[in-house]
């Protein structure tokens, strides 16, 4: 490494903040301590693909299943986020059986055109809406595989993709 070179930080680091603003006037009430964040980030890795790991963890800790990671500049993600991403359609299901918050990604990738198509409806501009990582729909409905066929065909007649 030269001299100019940084090393990569191997823990996440909170940005600086000063507020330069007034401050809220409602003060949170803090009833209860915040999930340790190596157990959410462990949890959303795991998420991606090893479903007994899954399992393990929210049997271990319930509040697992919507909890959040933010990898940097507002990049949150869910476990349920990760599932649907890489098309992870055994994980993604466990997780809303138990009683995850689906999103219009995890829609996409299990293939729910209705919802989709209410969602777009409704919201047309989620059309570019972007999830964990800045992964669009269309690539959520490519994940989904043949179960979400329909989705991808729909989306791609709504807004063909960008040709290079």
Do not use: C
């Not at 409806?121 to 809406?129: G, M, T």
């Not at 959520?140 to 729909?154: I, N, Q, S």
């Amino acid at each position: 490494m030269s001299a100019d070179e940084k090393p990569k930080p191997t823990e996440p680091t909170e940005a600086p903040f000063v507020r330069d603003y007034p401050a809220p006037k409602f003060l949170p009430a803090w009833k209860k301590p915040q999930l340790n964040r190596l157990l959410v980030q462990d949890f959303v890795i795991f998420a991606h693909s090893e479903f007994d790991m899954v399992k393990k963890l929210l049997e271990k800790e319930p509040a697992l299943l919507n909890a959040t990671i933010d990898w940097g500049g507002g990049d949150w993600e869910t476990g349920l986020g990760g599932a649907s991403h890489l098309g992870n359609r055994e994980i993604a299901e466990y997780l809303i059986s138990k009683g995850a918050r689906i999103d219009v990604f995890a829609a996409t990738m299990l293939g729910h055109l209705d919802v989709v198509k209410s969602l777009l409806a409704s919201h047309p501009a989620l059309i570019d809406a972007k999830g964990p990582h800045g992964i669009p729909l269309l690539m959520h409905a490519r994940m989904g595989g043949k179960p979400a066929e329909a989705v991808l065909d729909f989306l791609t007649k709504l807004k063909p993709p960008a040709v290079k």
